[in-house]
């Protein structure tokens, strides 16, 4: 099983990124997809997660309103859309997949784990 996380890039406060989550190895339709953030000298963190089938969504509420995630089963791949992006947001950002039927916010709960993707945001 690999996730891929690509996306990645260093951009100024309120500009956009979209992080992709290419999954291999695994019937990618079959398991909830999380997003996850790490930020220098903190702790990993939720960012957001949704169902197997996309229609159940969970942010956090740092990201609320600016983040958006979604998926194509048939690419088997994974998007977080990242809007008005702030320096706070600069973090690597890690996709995950859980075999929980419902989103869950729990980084255990998560079985496989990207490699993660470096977002940088200047102020």
């Known amino acids: 099983v690999q996730l891929q996380a690509s996306g990645g890039g260093v951009v100024q406060a309120g500009e956009t990124l979209r992080l992709s989550c290419a999954a291999s190895?695994?019937?990618?339709?079959?398991?909830?997809i999380g997003w996850f953030r790490q930020a220098p000298g903190k702790e990993r963190e939720f960012v957001a997660t949704f169902t197997r089938s996309g229609s159940r969504t969970i942010y956090a509420d740092s990201v609320q309103g600016r983040f958006t995630i979604s998926r194509d089963n048939a690419k088997n791949t994974a998007y977080l859309q990242m809007n008005s992006l702030k320096p706070d947001d600069t973090a690597i950002y890690y996709c995950?997949?859980?075999?929980?039927?419902?989103?869950?916010?729990?980084?255990?709960?998560?079985?496989?784990w990207g490699q993660g993707t470096l977002v940088t945001v200047s102020s």
């Open positions: 190895g695994l019937t990618f339709s079959w398991y909830t």
């Open positions: 995950a997949a859980s075999e929980s039927f419902l989103p869950v916010r729990a980084g255990s709960a998560y079985i496989y």
